[in-house]
């Protein structure tokens, strides 16, 4: 019986690029479906978030990230653009947002195709591993066809589309909430979340427990 389960993560959390592409390696090994569940960051939903925590919440996550990266052998670099627009020594978010908004609703475009793992995990790997205008069609296109789909499609749904998605951007993150948490990345499998990079082990055992066989 394949198994299957729901990731909620967000383009500009970098530890849900630290584990979506491990993830998606789990769904090629084993008989599992992981649909994505694509939210917007804390930053858009919660634009006080940054304020409200600890001065050296921060300076420890940057040191944090660094180093799962180094132990996983992933790559990693600062994101050029970043995608959401925010002042890093005042934190405020600004009003105009030209990167995440379309790339969510794309991200939710790829999940109807039955491709947003893939899509996700592809545009994650631009943004966090070093590619310098990761946002430029010629890598996202790039992104897009790895992924089995078409950015010239995601694209034009994105846009004319946008009331319809965002709606089922916000059930995502209603559903997220639902699950029991509220950050990314969550794992959710029979209604039990699984938060952050460093469960992914203990989803696999819970699997096992379930069952899960090798394709």
């Known amino acids: 019986m394949t198994h299957s389960a729901e990731l909620y993560f967000s383009f500009r959390s970098p530890y849900s690029y630290l584990a979506i592409g491990r993830y998606r ?12 569940r694509p939210v917007y960051p804390l930053a858009i939903r919660e634009p006080d978030f940054f304020e409200r925590n600890h001065p050296n919440w921060l300076g420890y996550t940057l040191r944090d990230m660094i180093r799962v990266a180094q132990f996983h052998g992933i ?3 600062a994101p050029k653009p970043d995608p959401i627009v925010q002042n890093i020594m005042t934190r405020e978010i600004a009003k105009d947002q030209p990167h995440i908004f ?6 939710q475009a790829a999940a109807r195709r039955g491709r947003g793992l893939a899509f996700a995990d592809e545009v994650s790997r631009l943004i966090w591993g070093g590619t310098e205008g990761w946002n430029e069609d010629e890598h996202l296109a790039g992104a897009a066809t790895r992924a089995g789909l078409d950015l010239a499609e995601l694209v034009a749904e994105a846009d004319a589309d946008a009331e319809a998605l965002d709606s089922e951007i916000t059930a995502n993150q209603q559903a ?23 469960r992914i ?6 699997m096992n427990e379930k069952g899960l066989v090798e394709r």
């Open 201 to 206: 082990e203990m989803v696999l055992a819970r």
């Open 75 to 77: 790559p990693f670099a």
């Open 25 to 36: 390696a789990l769904t090629e090994i084993f008989d599992v479906d992981i649909a994505s």
């Open 102 to 107: 379309r790339l969510t609703r794309m991200g």
């Open 176 to 198: 997220l909430e639902d699950s029991g948490h509220w950050g990314v990345p969550t794992l959710v499998f029979e209604n039990e979340p699984y938060f952050g990079q460093d």
